[in-house]
């Protein structure tokens, strides 16, 4: 059995974990996304600890970190493991749902974002899972995106 503790700040590219940082800038240099850094109307950082009980129990922590501009919502992620990773999409390009309003909700509870469609570094369509509390932070960057992604459309 494994609890999940999820906590989201508001913050600053500047102030975020250094290899989300690194991975965002690394990601947003290899595909040109000049001076996106610019024009962002909101940046957050969601820490993740799972606890898990019994024979291979342990604590794991995991960090990710999400930003909007009024185009791009730009990602990444890392668990400790491995090196973070990032990933965008212009917002243009994908559809965003709460997880909470998903089917997969009901087998898998959890708190974030499932952002569908073309990426920046794909050719075809696909799916992310953008981890984020349903604290006061997390709540206000659903609404900032969801309010950038309602601009693009006009």
């Known amino acids: 059995m494994s ?3 999820r906590t989201t700040r508001v913050c600053t590219i500047e102030t975020l974990n250094g290899d989300l940082k690194s991975a965002i800038r690394a990601h947003v240099a290899k595909y040109g996304l000049d001076d996106i850094e610019s024009n962002v109307l909101m940046c957050c950082e969601t820490t993740s600890i799972s ?6 129990g342990g604590i ?4 990710s970190a999400v930003f909007v ?3 791009w919502l730009v990602w990444a992620e890392s668990s400790g493991l491995k090196d973070a990773g990032a990933g965008s999409a212009q917002l243009k390009h994908i559809d965003v749902r709460d997880y909470q309003t998903t089917a997969s909700y009901a087998i898998s509870p959890d708190q974030g974002i499932n952002v569908t469609g073309r990426y920046t570094d794909r050719n075809r369509t696909g799916m992310t899972f953008i981890v984020l509390s349903s604290e006061p932070d997390g709540e206000q960057f659903r609404q900032v995106l969801k309010s950038a992604m309602k601009k693009t459309l006009n």
């Open 60 to 63: 794991k922590t995991s960090s």
């Open 51 to 56: 606890r898990k009980t019994g024979l291979f």
């Open 69 to 71: 501009t009024s185009k």
């Open 3 to 5: 609890t999940v503790t």
